[in-house]
């Protein structure tokens, strides 16, 4: 008669971290949302593609909106009160995911933008000759 051993599964331990920053990046495609912690470590993300959005529905206002939501709701769940928000890119969802972070009930401490700025651009082409 064969002994079957019984293995017991661990319950995936929850973070409790109270403060932590939210990265969006939006762009003309697509939005991506990150939380992580305060040294960067991630603890929840979402993109408007993982919500199974496609093609021109991903850049809108609304995706942004959606993804946020998504994505805070899973950082609450580690105790995430209080965030830093930094946002980069020129795409449509800047404001509805500042409103959708608001509207997750946490506090906000700082928002920053950290799009990139080129100093002086690239170089202009070569001056075209008739």
């Known amino acids: 008669m064969a002994v079957r051993k019984s293995t017991i599964k661990k319950r995936k331990d929850l973070k409790r971290i109270?403060?932590?920053?939210?990265?969006?990046?939006?762009?003309?495609?697509?939005?991506?949302?990150?939380?992580?912690?305060m040294n960067g470590n991630t603890i929840a993300w979402a993109s408007s593609g993982v919500?199974?959005?496609?093609?021109?529905?991903?850049?809108?206002a609304f995706a942004a909106t959606q993804v946020t939501e998504r994505a805070m709701?899973?950082?609450?769940?580690?105790?995430?009160?209080?965030v830093e928000i930094y946002i980069k890119g020129t795409g449509?969802?800047?404001?509805?995911?500042?409103?959708?972070?608001?509207?997750?009930?946490?506090?906000?401490?700082?928002?920053?933008?950290?799009?990139p700025i080129p100093h002086n651009g690239c170089r202009p082409p070569k001056r075209r000759r008739l």
């Open 92 to 115: 449509q969802g800047r404001e509805p995911a500042i409103r959708a972070v608001q509207a997750a009930d946490v506090d906000i401490t700082m928002i920053k933008d950290v799009s």
């Open 73 to 82: 709701n899973e950082a609450k769940q580690n105790g995430i009160r209080k």
């Open 51 to 60: 919500l199974g959005l496609k093609g021109a529905r991903k850049e809108t």
């Open 18 to 37: 109270e403060k932590g920053q939210v990265h969006v990046h939006t762009t003309h495609n697509n939005t991506i949302v990150t939380v992580t912690d």
